[in-house]
C-alpha cells in the first residue's frame, strides 16, 4: 500500500494568516492527491480533488499544489471556521490511503 | 442537494456483529461508488472498501476482507456495511462516502456512525 504522510500533526495560526499543510506520499502518485477537512463534530468535507481542483462550494482562499511525492494544501487567510483536521488521501492505487491529519489550531 | 444519511450509534457484544446502514439522496445512487471509512479515536482514516449499487459490484481492503460485507438496495436508495466477529479493534466511528470514480476523491461523506464493542 502507498503510505501517505503528514509530518506535522497539528500547527497553531492566527486568523488571517497564510497556511500551509504539507503531505507526501512514498511513491509518484501523478497527481492524484485530495484532501478533506475534518470539523470538530466529526463532519468531513472533500475540499480539493486532483492535487488543486476545487471542489463545489469551497472558498477560493483554499488552494493546492504539487507533483510526484510531495504535495501541499495553502489556505490563505485563516478564518475561525477553517479551524478543523486536514488528511491528504492519495486515489491513484488501491487500497486509497490517507495521510494521518493535521490539526489546526488559533494560535 | 447530495446527502447520505447514516443509521444511529451502536453498542455491541464482542462476537456479535452489527450493520450500518447509509442512505442516499439527492442523485442517482446507482451512478455512483459508495465507500466505507473507519477512524478509530484519535487516528487517522482507514479504507474499508467500496459498493457500486449500479451492478452490485465490490472492492474490499485485503485488511477488512473476512470482517466487513458491503451491500446495496437500489429500490431504497440504501447502502450497507456489515461487520462481523466484532472486536475491541472495531470500536470505531464508521463513515459512508460517494465517488465518482474519477481521481479517487470522495466528494461526499454521511455524519458517520460510531460503533462500541463491549460486553
Known amino acids: 500500500d502507498i503510505q501517505m504522510t503528514q509530518t506535522t500533526s497539528s500547527l497553531s495560526a492566527s486568523l488571517g494568516d497564510r497556511v500551509t499543510i504539507s503531505c507526501r506520499a512514498s511513491?509518484?502518485?501523478?497527481?492524484?492527491l485530495n484532501w478533506y477537512q475534518q470539523k470538530p463534530d466529526g463532519t468531513v468535507k472533500l475540499l480539493i480533488y486532483y492535487t488543486s481542483r476545487l471542489h463545489s462550494g469551497v472558498p477560493s482562499r483554499f488552494s493546492g499544489s504539487g507533483s510526484g511525492t510531495d504535495y501541499s494544501l495553502t489556505i490563505s487567510n485563516l478564518e475561525q471556521e477553517d479551524i478543523a483536521t486536514y488528511f491528504c488521501q492519495q486515489g491513484n492505487t488501491l487500497p486509497p490511503t490517507f495521510g494521518a491529519g493535521t490539526k489546526l489550531e488559533l494560535k | 442537494q447530495v446527502q447520505l444519511q447514516q443509521s444511529g450509534p451502536e453498542l455491541v457484544k464482542p462476537g456479535a456483529s452489527v450493520r450500518i446502514s447509509c442512505k442516499a439522496s439527492?442523485?442517482?445512487?446507482?451512478?455512483?461508488?459508495i465507500h466505507w471509512v473507519k477512524q478509530r479515536p484519535g487516528q487517522g482514516l482507514e479504507w474499508i472498501g467500496w459498493?457500486?449499487?449500479?451492478?452490485?459490484?465490490?472492492k474490499y481492503n485485503e485488511k477488512f476482507k473476512g470482517k466487513a460485507t458491503l451491500t446495496a438496495d437500489k429500490s431504497s436508495s440504501t447502502a450497507y456495511m456489515q461487520l462481523s466477529s466484532l472486536t475491541s479493534e472495531d470500536s470505531a466511528v464508521y463513515f459512508c462516502?460517494?465517488?465518482?470514480?474519477?481521481?479517487?476523491?470522495?466528494?461526499?461523506w454521511g455524519q458517520g456512525t460510531s460503533v462500541t464493542v463491549s460486553s
Open positions: 439527492g442523485y442517482t445512487f446507482t451512478s455512483y461508488y
Open positions: 459498493i457500486y449499487p449500479g451492478n452490485v459490484n465490490t
Open positions: 462516502a460517494r465517488s465518482g470514480g474519477n481521481y479517487g476523491a470522495m466528494d461526499y
Open positions: 511513491q509518484d502518485i501523478s497527481n492524484y
